[in-house]
Antibody, heavy 123, light 107 residues
Framework: QVQLQESGPGLVKPSETLSLTCTVS??????????WSWIRQSPGKGLEWIGYVYHTGSTNYNPSLRGRLTISVSTSNNQFSLNLTSVTAADTAVYYC???????????????WGRGILVTVSS | DIQMTQSPSALSASAGDRVTITCRASQSISTYLNWYQQKPGKAPKVLIH???SLQDGVPARFSGSGSGTDFTLTISSLQPEDYATYYC?????????FGQGTTLEIK
């Protein structure tokens, strides 16, 4: 059974960098066909796709965050990470890591999710 | 960006009712549409992918239909465990956007 687990600080100061890691167990980030993704949900709001990384290091980011965002993968640690710079209160959200499955059917979808981690941006 | 609009935003229904939730895309997305269920404090869970394909382990009372810009999620006979928020999500083009959600409440 694949499991994903987010980790990182729950409180970040404005203008600083938000850094989160997702550890994958029961599966490998090096497997072909999976895109390792970050999605966030602001309090009481809907879901926003942040971006993803492939095991080759190839990335795709939401244009609304481009310039502040870096997503990277560590195949040796079976992890992938998110760095978001210059954060503001608008970046306060529950951050989920998820696996985007692309090869079983024509239409990719998120088949496994972490439990989510609340990150609050506040001084 | 492709905008996904769900209706209604909230819905009250009783156990045993048939419920339909609608999702409309701002441009044609073929059948690149997925449905997720989210319960409070939990991560979303996929119910339907490719507009109408039931995910393994999901009860058959859930069904999806549609193509192009208009899609529906139907629950044929509402069960107590189905009270949750439902989201549609398009996988047609990046950024992969979600609808704003439909909260299903007990009547």
């Amino acid at each position: 059974q694949v499991q994903l687990q987010e980790s990182g600080p729950g409180l970040v100061k404005p203008s600083e960098t938000l850094s989160l890691t997702c550890t994958v167990s029961g599966g490998s980030v090096s497997s072909d066909g999976y895109y390792w993704s970050w999605i966030r949900q602001s309090p009481g709001k809907g879901l926003e796709w942040i971006g993803y990384v492939y095991h080759t290091g190839s990335t795709n980011y939401n244009p609304s965050l481009r310039g502040r965002l870096t997503i990277s993968v560590s195949t040796s640690n079976n992890q992938f990470s998110l760095n978001l710079t210059s954060v503001t209160a608008a970046d306060t959200a529950v951050y989920y890591c998820a696996r985007y499955l692309t090869f079983v059917t024509k239409v990719p979808y998120y088949d496994y999710w972490g439990r989510g981690i609340l990150v609050t941006v506040s001084s | 960006d492709i905008q996904m609009t769900q209706s209604p935003s909230a819905l009250s229904a009783s156990a045993g009712d048939r419920v339909t939730i609608t999702c409309r895309a701002s441009q044609s997305i073929s059948t690149y549409l997925n449905w997720y269920q989210q319960k409070p404090g939990k991560a979303p869970k996929v119910l339907i992918h490719d507009a109408s394909s039931l995910q393994d382990g999901v009860p058959a009372r859930f069904s999806g239909s549609g193509s192009g810009t208009d899609f529906t999620l139907t629950i044929s006979s509402l069960q107590p465990e189905d009270y949750a928020t439902y989201y549609c999500q398009q996988s047609y083009s990046s950024p992969y956007t979600f609808g704003q959600g439909t909260t299903l409440e007990i009547k």
